[in-house]
């Protein structure tokens, strides 16, 4: 199976990705946890992807595509992938249908901006797995410590409020016309695309995830 998360910043994707990976027994892969982790390695991407991410704005697109295309061909993408955050412009989503990587599912995650505002303030998240955390609405079950390992949990850089504003207004602009792209390839039979009311519960929208893709 072969699936993209396709939606705003704080929109869920990460938290139902972690559903969904084992759901489907693929590996997910998010762009904005890969370009995290050059940052916390230091490397040359690393370096030049901080400044950026932590304006809001995105990484170019050559050195996303590039990223992508070579996740994807490794050995356990055999058996599909889960795409979040990722593509997230027309050319990312053009470079993918030129290199022959076709999808199966589309799932975009419907989320008004100032519900993600909220969201955005009670964010948590696990730095070495990408697991993600939410004071409120998906606690951990020791405050401040991820489930599985136990570390110390973080507010991601990116998370103040102004810096949250910044990014919505970007999805608007630059990865919102995906929806009609991939809208529109769904109607010529060449991926199946699902809209999710995302403003429900963590447990409801995965319940939703379940009835459509079985
Ligand atoms: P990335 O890490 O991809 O961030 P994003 O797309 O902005 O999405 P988020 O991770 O913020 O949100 P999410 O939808 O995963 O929500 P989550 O599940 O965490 O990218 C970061 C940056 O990297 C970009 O800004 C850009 O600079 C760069 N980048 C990455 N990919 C790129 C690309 N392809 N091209 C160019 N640049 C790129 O949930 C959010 C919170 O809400 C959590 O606290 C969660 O617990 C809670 N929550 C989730 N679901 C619910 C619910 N149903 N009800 C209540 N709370 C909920
Ligand atoms: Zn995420």
Do not use: W
């Not at 950026?52 to 595509?65: E, H, P, R, T, Y």
């Not at 590039?66 to 989503?93: K, M, Y």
């Not at 207004?169 to 390839?185: D, G, N, R």
Request: proline content about 4%.
């Amino acid at each position: 199976m072969r699936i993209i998360l396709l939606g705003a910043p704080g929109a869920g994707k990460g938290t139902q990705a972690q559903f969904l990976m084992k759901r489907f027994n693929i590996p997910q892969i998010s762009t904005g946890d890969m370009l995290r982790a050059a940052i916390k390695a230091g490397t040359e991407l690393g370096k030049k992807a901080k400044e950026v991410m932590d304006a809001g704005q995105l990484v170019s697109d050559d050195i996303m595509i590039g990223l992508v295309q070579e996740r994807v061909s490794e050995s356990d993408c055999e058996n599909g992938f889960l795409l979040d955050g990722f593509p997230r412009t027309i050319p990312q989503a053009d470079a993918m249908q030129e290199a022959g990587i076709d999808v199966d599912v589309v799932l975009e995650f419907d989320v008004a901006d100032d519900v993600i505002v909220k969201r955005m303030a009670g964010r948590r998240v696990h730095p070495g797995s990408g697991r993600v955390y939410h004071v409120d609405h998906n606690p951990p079950k020791v405050e401040g410590k991820d489930d599985v390992t136990g570390d110390d949990l973080v507010i991601r850089e990116d998370d103040k409020e102004a810096t949250v504003r910044k990014r919505l207004a970007i999805y608007h602009e630059q990865t919102k016309p995906l929806v009609s792209y991939y809208q529109s390839l769904a109607e010529q039979g060449v991926v199946k695309y699902h809209k999710v009311d995302g403003t429900r519960k963590v447990e409801e929208v995965t319940t939703e995830l379940k009835k459509l893709l079985g």
